[in-house]
C-alpha cells in the first residue's frame, strides 16, 4: 500500500505561483510513476502533468506546459509540481496518483490523495 498526501494548495491571484507537495509513505517510491490531476466542480478528473518511475520522464498536458513543471526527490518520498502563471481556469482539487510502472495519463493508478484546493482569482 501507498498512501499519497498532497499539500500546497491555496489562494492565489492570476499570475502567481504555488508549489503543491505530494509526500509518499507506506513503500519505496522509486518504482512508481506519479501523476498530477485536476477536477473543477462538475467536470471530470485530467491529467495535469506527470513523471515516469525510469529516466524520470515528464509529460505535460498542452494546457500547462510552459507553466508547471514535476519533479520529483525519491530520498524524500515526495513529488512536486511548480505551477507557475497561474489562470483562473486552473481553480480545480488537484490529485496526485501513483502507479507501479509506466506512467500513463489516464485515471488508471492504483493509489489516490485526497486533494488539495487551488484556487486562482482573476
Known amino acids: 500500500q501507498v498512501q499519497l498526501v498532497e499539500s500546497g494548495g491555496g489562494l492565489v491571484q492570476a499570475g502567481g505561483s504555488l508549489r503543491l507537495s505530494c509526500a509518499a509513505s507506506g513503500r519505496t517510491f522509486t518504482s512508481y510513476s506519479v501523476g498530477w490531476f485536476l477536477q473543477a466542480p462538475g467536470k471530470e478528473r485530467e491529467f495535469v502533468a506527470g513523471i515516469g518511475w525510469s529516466f524520470n520522464t515528464t509529460y505535460y498536458a498542452d494546457s500547462v506546459k510552459g507553466r508547471f513543471i514535476i519533479a520529483r526527490d525519491d530520498a524524500k518520498n515526495t513529488v512536486y509540481l511548480q505551477m507557475n502563471s497561474l489562470k483562473p481556469e486552473d481553480t480545480a482539487v488537484y490529485y496526485c496518483?501513483?502507479?507501479?510502472?509506466?506512467?500513463?495519463?489516464?485515471?488508471?493508478?492504483?493509489?489516490w490523495g485526497q486533494g488539495t484546493q487551488v484556487t486562482v482569482s482573476s
Open positions: 496518483a501513483a502507479r507501479f510502472g509506466r506512467l500513463v495519463t489516464t485515471i488508471d493508478y492504483a493509489y
